[in-house]
């Protein structure tokens, strides 16, 4: 079996990955607040934990995985949006609860084993805080109930830090209620207007960590192999997940493997709404950049590096996936190649597989260059729509005719307009004297096309 090594940002260390379970491998990943669109930087785990459930569902078999990936759809953000847009916050969190699952489908990304909603898991979220006040690691007032962080000694251990540094660095909340400023709420009350459920406490709601806690318990276990997130998620979410979880469940482990992606850039600074270049995943693909190109971008930077995204980078993958995507048409898949598998097992290290990729298209495998970017995500049918090859016959003819009465009138301006319009499009014109040759190159564009006909 091929022996998979992940980084573990508890430990700090590559190690060789052993599951609690071969038979049932277990990943949790930490999924969106729905309240909007998914920006690009949301994206970025989405795909490198697909690309990871992929790997292990190889190696394992794909009856022996299970990933669950929740939807946050209890938070004051979707309040907030609720209350200006005058919509039920049913509406909101079910409407962007699609978007985000269509997005993330536009991308490649199979859909996880579970993906459960923050608001079905209620009672067992009382339940484990119940349990947490039992056991003195949570106490209520003013019908809040906090988690008493000091009463785990442990606390700090994933992002390195210790309680009194992380006071220092941190805006940790001063409340009258509190004990201490670290302590975190685990439920708060709800006023007549906001979502409240019944609760020993009063009427009211979780806390945002509570949830991944409750959730992971109900679906795998008090032990599971890989959770996973953004780095942005370490501290406090992750910190609190483990001191919740392990304070309900002492006799269990929570996660053995903690797995954290960096962040995303663009054009080599911070995604900001102030600086202009924040945009979706939406955005992009309405401008006509396919999700596998997105996906193929995302997948060129190891996740533990910070990932820039480029129009740059986004072009030669396009240009690329078009290449590959014409060595690969009608071809069966073989297998995966050896270079590629261990570079994935290898804290999928997926910048290292795709130039794997490359030198299995320089040599023409092309059976094992489907295969393996299949293993990826990559050149499968379901995302290959865009590179359908196009007719372009009616347009060379059109060249040529120009060309011909170019020549006889020495104006050139018709045919050079001509050659400019379909290189707007993307289309490279190849003229010779043996005729005119076009080819889709990056950038193509067929709506573009449409517009010249
Ligand atoms: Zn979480």
Same mark, same amino acid.
């Given at each position: 079996?091929?022996?998979?090594?992940?980084?573990?940002?508890?430990?700090?260390?590559?190690?060789?990955?052993?599951?609690?379970?071969?038979?049932?491998?277990?990943?949790?990943?930490?999924?969106?607040?729905?309240?909007?669109?998914?920006?690009?930087?949301?994206?970025?785990?989405?795909?490198?934990?697909?690309?990871?459930?992929?790997?292990?569902?190889?190696?394992?078999?794909?009856?022996?995985?299970?990933?669950?990936?929740?939807?946050?759809?209890?938070?004051?953000?979707?309040?907030?949006?609720?209350?200006?847009?005058?919509?039920?916050?049913?509406?909101?969190?079910?409407?962007?609860?699609?978007?985000?699952?269509?997005?993330?489908?536009?991308?490649?990304?199979?859909?996880?084993?579970?993906?459960?909603?923050?608001?079905?898991?209620?009672?067992?979220?009382?339940?484990?805080?119940?349990?947490?006040?039992?056991?003195?690691?949570?106490?209520?007032?003013?019908?809040?109930?906090?988690?008493?962080?000091?009463?785990?000694?442990?606390?700090?251990?994933?992002?390195?830090?210790?309680?009194?540094?992380?006071?220092?660095?941190?805006?940790?909340?001063?409340?009258?209620?509190?004990?201490?400023?670290?302590?975190?709420?685990?439920?708060?009350?709800?006023?007549?207007?906001?979502?409240?459920?019944?609760?020993?406490?009063?009427?009211?709601?979780?806390?945002?960590?509570?949830?991944?806690?409750?959730?992971?318990?109900?679906?795998?276990?008090?032990?599971?192999?890989?959770?996973?997130?953004?780095?942005?998620?370490?501290?406090?979410?992750?910190?609190?997940?483990?001191?919740?979880?392990?304070?309900?469940?002492?006799?269990?482990?929570?996660?053995?493997?903690?797995?954290?992606?960096?962040?995303?850039?663009?054009?080599?600074?911070?995604?900001?709404?102030?600086?202009?270049?924040?945009?979706?995943?939406?955005?992009?693909?309405?401008?006509?950049?396919?999700?596998?190109?997105?996906?193929?971008?995302?997948?060129?930077?190891?996740?533990?590096?910070?990932?820039?995204?480029?129009?740059?980078?986004?072009?030669?993958? %396009?240009?690329?996936?078009? /290449?590959?995507?014409?060595? *690969?048409? !009608? &071809?069966?898949?073989?297998?995966?190649? @050896?270079? $590629?598998?261990?570079?994935?097992?290898?804290?999928?290290?997926?910048?290292?597989?795709?130039?794997?990729?490359?030198?299995?298209?320089?040599?023409?495998?092309?059976?094992?260059?489907?295969?393996?970017?299949?293993?990826?995500?990559?050149?499968?049918?379901?995302?290959?729509?865009?590179?359908?090859?196009?007719?372009?016959?009616?347009?060379?003819?059109?060249?040529?005719?120009?060309?011909?009465?170019?020549?006889?009138?020495?104006?050139?301006? %018709?045919?050079?307009?001509? /050659?400019?319009?379909?290189? *707007?499009? !993307? &289309?490279?014109?190849?003229?010779?004297? @043996?005729? $005119?040759?076009?080819?889709?190159?990056?950038?193509?564009?067929?709506?573009?096309?449409?517009?010249?006909?």
């Amino acid at each position: 079996m091929t022996e998979i090594k992940l980084h573990n940002t508890l430990t700090r260390r590559k190690e060789v990955f052993t599951p609690l379970d071969p038979e049932n491998v277990r990943m949790y990943v930490c999924g969106p607040t729905v309240y909007d669109r998914a920006h690009l930087g949301n994206a970025r785990p989405v795909v490198v934990f697909d690309v990871l459930y992929r790997l292990l569902r190889h190696v394992y078999g794909p009856e022996h995985v299970t990933y669950a990936r929740n939807f946050t759809d209890v938070d004051d953000k979707i309040n907030a949006r609720a209350a200006e847009s005058g919509r039920p916050i049913g509406d909101i969190t079910a409407e962007t609860t699609q978007w985000f699952l269509d997005d993330m489908s536009e991308l490649g990304a199979l859909e996880p084993n579970h993906m459960p909603r923050a608001t079905q898991y209620i009672p067992q979220m009382v339940a484990m805080i119940e349990g947490l006040i039992a056991d003195g690691h949570a106490y209520a007032a003013e019908g809040h109930v906090l988690f008493r962080v000091r009463s785990y000694k442990e606390y700090g251990r994933l992002s390195g830090r210790s309680v009194d540094d992380m006071i220092a660095g941190a805006r940790v909340e001063v409340a009258p209620y509190k004990e201490d400023p670290m302590d975190f709420v685990l439920w708060k009350p709800s006023s007549d207007d906001l979502p409240g459920w019944p609760s020993p406490w009063g009427r009211g709601r979780p806390g945002w960590h509570i949830e991944c806690s409750a959730m992971s318990y109900e679906l795998l276990g008090e032990s599971f192999d890989i959770h996973g997130g953004g780095n942005d998620l370490m501290f406090p979410h992750h910190e609190n997940e483990i001191a919740q979880s392990c304070c309900a469940h002492p006799s269990g482990g929570f996660a053995q493997v903690w797995m954290h992606n960096e962040m995303l850039q663009v054009e080599g600074k911070k995604m900001s709404k102030s600086l202009g270049n924040f945009f979706t995943v939406r955005d992009l693909l309405d401008k006509g950049i396919p999700g596998e190109v997105i996906r193929f971008v995302f997948l060129s930077t190891h996740y533990r590096k910070p990932m820039d995204w480029t129009a740059e980078k986004a072009r030669e993958a %396009e240009a690329t996936l078009r /290449k590959w995507r014409a060595l *690969t048409e !009608g &071809v069966s898949a073989t297998d995966v190649a @050896d270079p $590629v598998l261990e570079a994935l097992a290898d804290d999928v290290n997926t910048a290292g597989a795709v130039a794997e990729l490359h030198r299995l298209a320089a040599a023409g495998a092309a059976g094992e260059l489907k295969a393996s970017a299949a293993l990826m995500g990559l050149l499968g049918e379901e995302l290959g729509d865009w590179a359908k090859a196009v007719d372009l016959s009616e347009f060379a003819q059109r060249i040529r005719n120009l060309r011909t009465h170019a020549i006889e009138t020495k104006d050139f301006s %018709e045919l050079d307009a001509a /050659k400019a319009a379909l290189q *707007t499009a !993307g &289309v490279e014109v190849r003229m010779s004297k @043996d005729g $005119v040759e076009l080819v889709p190159g990056a950038g193509f564009d067929v709506s573009k096309l449409e517009t010249l006909k």
